[in-house]
């Protein structure tokens, strides 16, 4: 029993180290459990796994090992020291967002290790509340400012024990006018909004009074008291305030367009976060979306991407992936064709001129041969008169795992609807550089107009056409695999122009079925328009689609919350819940 029990321990080590490896994209990274006597600040340093407590023990290396490792992978050593400030209350804050920083990439990224890394940190919080202790203020800003970026409620449900000051940090969020997602994956940027929050914090205590001005600050903190007071009362207030508003805040929320991958799920913790009000496409009508040029777009056939050779080679990748899926993306894809084949009803017309003799007549066409309504027909329902159009997010956070998950679903789910007489088209979305290319090029030659609108080079690509047999089309599935074409997300017009394509097929039933990781994001855009502009072209798209036309719109978020933008929709924090979604979600509509 011990020498199973110390095989599984070192099963378990072993797994976080080749975990941590793969996640720090550092080979020759060393990870210790235990105290080792000689040890490198790059090394990782884990407790050892003790029967006591087994289950929170592991949730606690897990979320340690995955939070060190992404510091290896995003965190530059020299540039912090530069950056960090000299004081120390200063330093604790300022590390502390870093590495939160850092965090909060790879949970956008990964869905399993921001699970991993809350399950950690509410451990620690757990305890705090045990203890009936209070959460030091660097650590309450952590908190808060992690649930802002990934929509989660960790610091809400522990509110109690967050330090006094965590009040000018919310103040602090509600008046920073800049997109702070944009910031993240920029270590310097980032880093000059520490500075600051640190001056909205520390302002007034380090400002050096005047004798005769103590008055004057005795006031301006009693002032400050009573700000805090109505603060109180605004948030208390708010949980007053109507269904539509707390909706409003919501699309205010999500109109705060991300810069970088995954964002989390979606809840009403973060409404006194939330800035000024910004206006969303339903109450907005007269917005209008701009474009600075078309010039550099393409709308490409995948094969157009890859010499033949790579296409072969990515598809045999592709393929070895799906060797290792589970068999329950089979199970699911024969559960619908089963409905679907069921759904197409025959039947026999009787009594006609021409046809296929029914012998069940045999006896009126010798008694009268003259009588030519002897003849039979088999009919069938008009139900194969359907095409599916899948858009795929073909974004730089779908790189990895979502990418090729969805590649699998894809192809088997493409085989199962052809073999049902199901037209389907595949299609993919990203843009072809980023920062902006050859469209931001074009715009700074001309002075940098203002608000110039969308400023990026669209790539869509068409992985398989409606009329194209899989057979033709099955090896551009493994062309999403290319390394380097998974870039930015232009949702709205590539929402757009997949409707377009749907639209104009002679099908009577068209399903349009969007795949997609989170909302519009394009660097380039974003730096120089209104910072919702993608997201309201993303509305107006949608609106127009599910109110205006016949065209059935569904929506599968992966690890984003995407039923605020559409009216049927489900989220998935798991990538491998892919395929068995995309099945059951096409079995209800049938």
Not at 257 to 269: A, C, L, M, Q, V
Not at 346 to 375: C, H, M, Q, T
Request: charged share 35%; with cysteine; net charge neutral.
């Amino acid at each position: 029993m011990i020498k199973k029990k110390i095989q599984t321990n070192n099963n378990f080590q072993k797994s976080i180290e080749s975990t941590a490896k793969v996640i720090s994209e550092k080979k020759n990274l060393s990870i210790f459990f235990g105290d080792p006597n000689n040890k490198n600040k790059s090394d990782i340093i884990l407790p050892i796994l003790t029967e006591s407590s087994e289950s929170s023990n592991v949730k606690k290396i897990r979320g340690m090992s995955d939070s060190a490792s992404l510091i290896r992978k995003h965190h530059d050593i020299d540039l912090h020291k530069q950056l960090s400030p000299s004081k120390e209350d200063h330093k604790k804050i300022f590390d502390e967002l870093e590495n939160m920083r850092c965090e909060v990439l790879g949970s956008f990224a990964m869905p399993g290790v921001k699970k991993n890394i809350s399950d950690f940190l509410e451990l620690e919080l757990e305890d705090k509340k045990d203890k009936a202790e209070k959460i030091s203020r660097e650590k309450t800003i952590k908190f808060l400012l992690r649930d802002f970026l990934l929509k989660e409620e960790l610091s809400l449900k522990y509110k109690k024990n967050l330090d006094k000051d965590y009040k000018k940090f919310e103040k602090f969020l509600k008046n920073y006018k800049k997109n702070i997602f944009s910031l993240i994956s920029n270590q310097e940027e980032f880093s000059d909004f520490i500075h600051q929050l640190l001056e909205s914090i520390f302002l007034k205590k380090e400002t050096p009074l005047k004798e005769n001005d103590q008055e004057n600050d005795e006031e301006e903190n009693s002032s400050e008291k009573n700000d805090e007071l109505e603060e109180e009362e605004k948030v208390n207030d708010e949980n007053l305030i109507s269904d539509d508003l707390i909706e409003k805040l919501e699309n205010e929320e999500i109109n705060k367009s991300e810069n970088i991958e995954f964002t989390g799920g979606s809840d009403d913790s973060n409404i006194e976060f939330i800035s000024k009000s910004t206006p969303n496409a339903d109450n907005h009508p007269s917005f209008k979306y701009k474009i600075y040029t078309t010039k550099f777009d393409n709308i490409i056939y995948a094969n157009k991407l890859c010499d033949t050779n790579e296409t072969l080679k990515l598809r045999k990748q592709l393929d070895k992936q799906t060797n290792k899926l589970d068999s329950t993306i089979t199970i699911l894809a024969n559960k619908l064709q089963r409905k679907l084949l069921a759904k197409q009803k025959r039947w026999w017309e009787f009594d006609l001129e021409e046809g296929i003799l029914d012998s069940g007549k045999l006896a009126r066409i010798i008694v009268s041969p003259e009588n030519s309504l002897s003849y039979k027909k088999e009919a069938e329902a008009d139900f194969k008169d359907t095409v599916v159009t899948l858009l795929i997010d073909n974004s730089g956070s779908m790189r990895g795992r979502p990418i090729t998950i969805a590649a699998i679903s894809t192809d088997v789910l493409a085989k199962t609807l052809e073999r049902c007489g199901v037209k389907v088209e595949v299609l993919g979305f990203t843009t072809k550089t980023w920062k902006g290319g050859r469209a931001r090029d074009y715009w700074i030659k001309n002075n940098k107009p203002s608000c110039p609108g969308r400023l990026n080079e669209l790539l869509h690509i068409i992985y398989k056409h409606a009329d194209h047999p899989i057979r033709r089309s099955k090896q551009n599935f493994g062309i999403m695999l290319k390394e380097g074409l998974l870039k930015e997300n232009i949702d709205g017009e590539a929402l757009e122009w997949a409707f377009k394509r749907t639209l104009n097929r002679p099908e009577k039933r068209k399903i349009l079925m969007v795949i997609s990781d989170g909302a519009p994001v394009d660097d380039s855009t974003l730096s120089s328009n209104d910072g919702n502009l993608l997201d309201l072209h993303l509305k107006n798209t949608i609106k127009l689609i599910e109110k205006k036309s016949n065209v059935e719109l569904v929506a599968i978020g992966i690890g984003h919350d995407v039923s605020r933008y559409y009216a049927k929709a489900v989220t998935i924090l798991d990538v491998d819940e892919l395929a068995e979604v995309m099945s059951m979600k096409l079995i209800e509509m049938f």
